[in-house]
């Protein structure tokens, strides 16, 4: 059975950084790209990103409003995907979620809360 | 980036009723189209892939259809676990982008 748990999420300040990590289980995960989507309290659902599976060397894609902020990255010997999130803005309070991606996102996590408030 | 626009935003059903909502992207995305169900407090659940393939566990009451630029999820005989915001995605392009939502309310 897939199992997806995101965790690092934390009230922060503005500028700071945070890094939220998705351990999963139940696929071999290297083969699967991974993404992150967040939503904002009361507001609809946000693609961040993707990492691509290994045999496609891993490399990433971004959405316009994070790129260069955010990185994810992936460590296969642990199953275990990350979102790096630096110089962080009132704007990126959310709920983040993490997904195993089959044709679409058809796994998700639980979600781990961001706050971004001074 | 390829807009979806999803309608209606709200929709009031009784139990029993048959739904049918509606997203059109800004381009064509051949059928690389998914629609979620979220429900308060919690992460979305994919119901559909590839624009009209259900998900295993899926009801058979939940349908969707089209291509290119146009697509629908009917609910058919609306159940009470069934009342919640639906999503659709596409995928064929980046950035990923969703629709804005359809909350499906009691009526």
């Known amino acids: 059975e897939v199992h997806l748990v995101e965790s690092g999420g934390n009230l922060v300040q503005p500028g700071r950084s945070l890094r939220l990590s998705c351990t999963t289980s139940?696929?071999?995960?290297?083969?699967?790209?991974m993404s992150w989507f967040r939503q904002a309290p009361g507001k609809g659902l946000e693609w961040v990103g993707f990492i691509r599976g290994k045999e496609y060397g891993g490399t990433t894609e971004y959405a316009a409003s994070v790129t260069g902020r955010f990185t994810i990255s992936r460590d296969d010997s642990k199953s275990i995907v990350f979102l790096q999130i630096n110089s962080l803005k009132t704007d990126d309070t959310a709920m983040y979620y993490c997904?195993?991606?089959?044709?679409?996102?058809?796994?998700w996590g639980q979600g781990t809360l961001v706050t971004v408030s001074s | 980036d390829i807009q979806m626009t999803q309608s209606p935003s709200s929709l009031s059903a009784s139990v029993g009723d048959r739904v049918t909502m509606t997203c059109r992207a800004s381009q064509g995305i051949r059928n690389d189209l998914g629609w979620y169900q979220q429900k308060p407090g919690k992460a979305p659940k994919r119901l559909i892939f590839g624009a009209s393939t259900l998900d295993s566990g899926v009801p058979s009451r939940f349908r969707g259809s089209g291509s290119g630029t146009e697509f629908t999820l009917t609910i058919n005989s609306l159940q009470p676990e069934d009342f919640a915001t639906y999503y659709c995605?596409?995928?064929?392009?980046?950035?990923?982008?969703f629709g804005q939502g359809t909350k499906l309310e009691i009526k």
């Open positions: 139940g696929f071999n995960f290297e083969d699967y790209p």
């Open positions: 995605l596409q995928h064929d392009g980046l950035p990923y982008t």
């Open positions: 997904t195993l991606n089959t044709v679409t996102p058809q796994y």
